[in-house]
Nanobody, 124 residues
């Protein structure tokens, strides 16, 4: 079992930055793929970025590529999402997720464990 708790959300102006954190419990978390998804009001939950258990491989949605960076620290059971050059369309609840197996999965139903989410609002 893995429990996930996100933090770091907030309100920021366009062009600003935020760093989301995801604290995981469970001694085997270092063997899990981790990912970030987001969900805006009235929209389906969408993939943002994923990272392999070792941290050596990542994937990022086109909408976030070049602006968002996922990373992890297995010694601390933490996953991060550094978000730069934020846009109003990045406004959403951001969720941390985890799964066993490949990091190449990008659909929300592929992930077994979820945090409660953290709100990110980008507005002037």
């Amino acid at each position: 079992q893995v429990q996930l708790v996100e933090s770091g959300g907030g309100s920021v102006q366009p062009g600003g930055s935020l760093r989301l954190s995801c604290a995981a419990s469970g001694r085997t978390f270092s063997t899990y793929t981790a990912a970030w998804f987001r969900q805006a009001p009235g929209k389906e939950r969408e993939f943002v970025s994923a990272i392999s258990w070792s941290g050596s491989s990542t994937s990022t949605a086109d909408s976030a590529k070049g602006r968002f960076t996922i990373s992890r620290d297995n010694a601390k059971n933490m996953v991060y999402l550094q978000m730069n050059s934020l846009k109003p369309e990045d406004t959403a609840v951001y969720y941390c997720a985890a799964r066993e197996g490949t990091w190449k999965r990008t659909y929300y139903s592929d992930y077994d464990y979820w945090g409660q989410g953290t709100q990110v609002t980008v507005s002037s």
